[in-house]
């Protein structure tokens, strides 16, 4: 009867409560990180789907499910007609308009001619972040950047792949295997003139595009899908990680690596510590080099959190950000998610437009 009720109120356009914005208040001056807070409630039996923030017309810079959000937009100098919007589950939605003046601009992402990723996977950030069991990764979360409050976007894998390379999940089928048309960041590395390898380790040959082969998956090497690439000489830049050395060593990396360690090395079917050693061994040398520390960025993050953590989709994981430009000891308490790397990554390199939801995401400028 609820339901109902709801229904013939929501032809009415009464069937969502309201949007309380608490933070920031209308027509305030605010620097950024801009922090905003707001609540919904509605009539609807179901209840509020998720609420989330338009920082422009079509914009959606910020989405939670529940009926509350609490987060920091990084945002540049300038005005902005905010939106904040509460989706419910009987098909309404309702919007609460807040127009603040951001003062002082988030810092800019410094320019990089090579920008690396490396994914490891399916830990807890607590799980990681503190542990014994990762000495190194540590050391450089010390020294360098550490994400605080970094969440994956769903579960399992391969969603979280497709965001960090779409902007969007595309499918959560850890066995999809077949070539996808959407957009990705390879698309805009090659419009932009840009060079980019995926250096997975166990892929049997250059420009491989199967499954898997032994300690190998295609789910964890999320470039290879992509029609950019694999139905084009592009797919050659699918490297196994044994080039990486000596790529490094005869100044030939590209402008974008993604680096994929195989199930063993990268804390899926091997341990921590294990993981932690493959990073010393392969990653410090990189760190170490004249081509990196002119100007180089370096990103390590998780895919996802271990099974039962499904904060903001994929729950809480560790990412550092490292680089000579990286302000030293930086903590950042701001939420970012794998769109936010997303854009971080191709802002880094120069780019102007971005993939699905990374063209509304804030870069972790922060860091800088």
């Not at 807040?98 to 490396?118: E, K, L, M, R």
């Not at 990680?241 to 899926?268: C, E, Q, Y």
């Amino acid at each position: 009867m609820r339901s109902l009720l709801c229904l013939v109120l929501l032809a009415a356009g009464t069937c969502l409560g309201a949007v309380s914005v608490s933070s920031p208040v209308n027509n305030a001056t605010v620097s950024s990180p801009a922090h905003f807070v707001a609540t919904a409630t509605t009539a609807c039996a179901g209840g509020i789907s998720s609420i989330g923030i338009y920082t422009a017309p079509n914009v959606l810079a910020y989405k939670v499910a529940g009926a509350s959000l609490n987060t920091n937009l990084n945002l540049a100098k300038g005005t902005y007609n905010a939106v904040v919007q509460a989706w419910d589950r009987c098909g309404g939605a309702t919007k609460t308009a807040v127009t603040i003046t951001v003062s002082s601009g988030s810092a800019v992402i410094p320019a990089s001619n090579h920008v690396f990723v490396v994914v490891e996977e399916n830990h807890s950030y607590s799980s990681v972040i503190g542990s014994s069991a990762m000495p190194y990764l540590n050391s450089l979360a010390s020294k360098y950047g550490l994400v605080a409050q970094y969440y994956a976007n769903t579960h399992p894998s391969i969603g979280n792949y497709f965001m960090m390379t779409a902007g969007q999940t595309i499918t959560n089928n850890d066995s999809y295997c077949s070539t996808l048309t959407q957009d990705n960041i390879v698309r805009h590395l090659l419009t932009a003139g840009k060079t980019w390898k995926a250096y997975a380790e166990s892929l049997p040959s250059a420009g491989y595009t199967g499954c898997g082969s032994g300690n190998y998956v295609k789910r964890h090497n999320p470039l290879a899908y992509f029609s950019d690439v694999a139905n084009s000489s592009e797919k050659y830049n699918l490297v196994p990680f044994t080039t990486f050395a000596g790529d490094l060593a005869n100044k030939r990396l590209p402008n974008f690596s993604f680096i994929v360690p195989n199930l063993l090395n990268d804390a899926h079917d091997g341990s921590l510590a294990t993981a932690d050693a493959w990073l010393k061994k392969n990653i410090a040398p990189l760190i170490a080099s004249a081509t990196f520390q002119q100007d180089g960025v370096l990103i390590i993050l998780f895919d996802e959190s271990a099974g039962g953590d499904n904060a903001h989709g994929g729950g809480h994981v560790a990412a550092v950000v490292i680089g000579p430009k990286v302000k030293l000891g930086t903590k950042s308490t701001v939420l970012y998610q794998h769109q936010n790397m997303l854009k971080t990554v191709m802002k880094a390199l120069g780019l102007t437009s971005f993939p699905g939801a990374a063209s509304g995401a804030a870069a972790m400028t922060d860091f800088f």
